[in-house]
């Protein structure tokens, strides 16, 4: 049976707004309702989304509970501590899928040491492929009206390292994470160090020593993975693209682990995943090869001498690091195949 789902966008002249309408745009059911924002209230979408040519000419309207009343489904594309405040006024019905950071922390003291304020509380976390004690998140996800979508580098690091966890084949509590990561990243907001002129040239670390807000939402997902204590330093790097995280993650190989068993626990954690792919050994994955779509490309290596596993996963942050995540998730709340609208192909070269 063919049905309308009318959705609401609230943010959508920023980056991961402008995503949501573009990939949400692929599912059948899809009607996009209210298209809102702050400071482009009142300017056509157009302006700020020359690429969405079939809603160019929508207004984009103030976000308010007014403005995204009446809708099945409302997409948060807001800065964090932005998202809480106008979804605790939604209706209960309504499916609210938060790509913020408002909801994701079950931790109120981690939220206030790395984001501070008021913790909006903690939503089903929207990370179907996430493994759990017995299943998956996607357990979880039938039925919810409230998601909360993870954060991009969160997803590049879970996803690469979690096999490894659940399987018991590394140590949790000595992993490096360092991360290539482009320029959409970081919004769309106006800031010297994003300027084209002081990145172009540059790869540029930032929130360097432990201090990057990602950090306590994967420590809580790889301790959904099964670990029992994590310890992560964790660094990522401004370089000169648009969009795209290359996660390069090490841990120290478990006693008595082969590669051989290494390389058994991320293919058979992956075997079924539609959007997970560990590629063939010896091929390694680029952002280049996940740029529009919503695959996590993943692959991992035993370095003996140093006595670690090294996983490298790629993804696109504006894809399956949130607007595809979004729709995936959506498709499990309403029961919907998981895959519906997904892209699986990238845009290359
Ligand atoms: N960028 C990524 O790769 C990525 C990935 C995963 C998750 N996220 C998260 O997604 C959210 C949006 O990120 P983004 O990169 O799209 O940021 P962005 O490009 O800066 O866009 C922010 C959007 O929020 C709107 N906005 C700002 N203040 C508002 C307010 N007080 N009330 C209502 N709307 C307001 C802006 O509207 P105006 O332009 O009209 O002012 C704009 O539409 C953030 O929480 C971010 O952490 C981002």
Redesign the pocket.
Known sequence: MHMTLKVAV??????????VLRVFSEHPDVEFGAL??????G?RLGV?QPHLRTLADRE?V??SVNTLAGHDVVV?????G??GE?AAQLPPETLVLD????HRLASSEAWAEYYGGHHSGTWPYGMPELITADGHQRDNLLGAKRVA????NV?AVTLGLQPGVAAGVVDPTDITAVLAV?Y??????LATNLLASEGLGAASPYAVGGTHRHIPEIVQNLEVAGAADVKISFTPTLVPMA?GILATITAPLAAGVSADEVRAAWESAYADEPFVHVLPEGQWPTTAATLGANTCLVQVAVDKKAGRVVVVSAID??VK??AGAALQSMNIVLGYPETTGLQLQGVAP
Do not use: F, M, Q
Request: charged share 15%; net charge negative; with cysteine.
């Open positions: 609230s943010g959508a002249s920023g980056y991961v707004g402008g995503e809102t924002a702050h400071s482009s209230a300017d700020h984009i103030e976000t948060l594309a807001l800065p964090h932005t998202s106008i790509c913020g950071a408002d979508v993870p954060g991009c997803t482009g959409s990243g970081a919004g769309k907001k969009r942050n504006l690091g949130t």
